[in-house]
């Protein structure tokens, strides 16, 4: 593999997966990242006054919607392509790696579903609380992200091919990324271990980039999602959050990611901005 190793690994599994009729819904860092891609190209002005930079990632972030963790099916082909490609479990069944030719480093792929509809629960088997996979197969899991409940809602189809033979993942909706990036730096935050606190902040900047590309249209159907009474729950949990950690421009998320951002020099965020992220959050998780 060359150039970006991310992107060609995820173009070889999802072309892999087409055959099956498999979409995968592409969220975390790398999500992201192709978010800003899609911004770049249709030139869309950014919300605040500096231009949106991602960071880096090492790591795919791949959700299995409802329509492929219950079926068993689905699952296996997941599997099988996986094998093919040379990925071995990392943590069985949903933590998954392969080497990159010609290179030190590795990618790695992390499998993540929400919760089943009451009516589909019958199907499916939950292993310690932090996994599920369907009854039917259980060579395949996905770790149970509950804040994820929009994530399947309003995506934008993203062709990640290099070549003319296109293929499609999809990228969510920017308020599927603000409730789980919310809820991972909340995570974070409280650890008593260092080493995973220190990952907090950035989570913290992921929300003010993803609050920094969303158009009049986003803002607008976020608002609707978010009200809408299967996400009630983890909006007001996520209020919450926003509240007791970005409340003010001194609350702890919100001093953590203007210190991220100054650190790692990725943008230069005025009092005025900073200000407008804290109103904006705010305003958008309001009940």
Known sequence: MTGDPLRSALAELARRL???????????????VLRAEQLTRTGRAPRYGFTPKF??????????????ITDADKMKAIATALTE?????VEPFWT???NVAGRDD???IDLLAADVPENLAHLMRSKDGRRIRPKAFGELHARKTREAVT??????RVDVSSDERAVFVVVPHPVS???????????RWEKEDLEEKRDAPYHAFDILMTLATMSANEWDRALELLHEEEVLAIAAEAREIVRELFGDVRSPGTASLLKYAREREAVRLSRQELEMFVRDLADLMAP
């Open 177 to 187: 990324f603000i409730l789980m990036k919310l809820f991972a730096f909340r995570d």
């Open 96 to 98: 998954f790696e392969r």
């Open 55 to 68: 960071r880096s990632t090492s790591d795919l972030d791949c959700f299995l919607g409802v329509e492929i």
């Open 85 to 89: 490609l040379g990925y071995r479990p």
């Open 151 to 156: 994530v399947a809602r309003d995506g934008e």
């Open 106 to 108: 590795s990618v790695h």
């Open 18 to 32: 087409q055959a099956s009729g498999i979409e995968l819904i592409v969220c975390g860092g790398y999500g992201l």
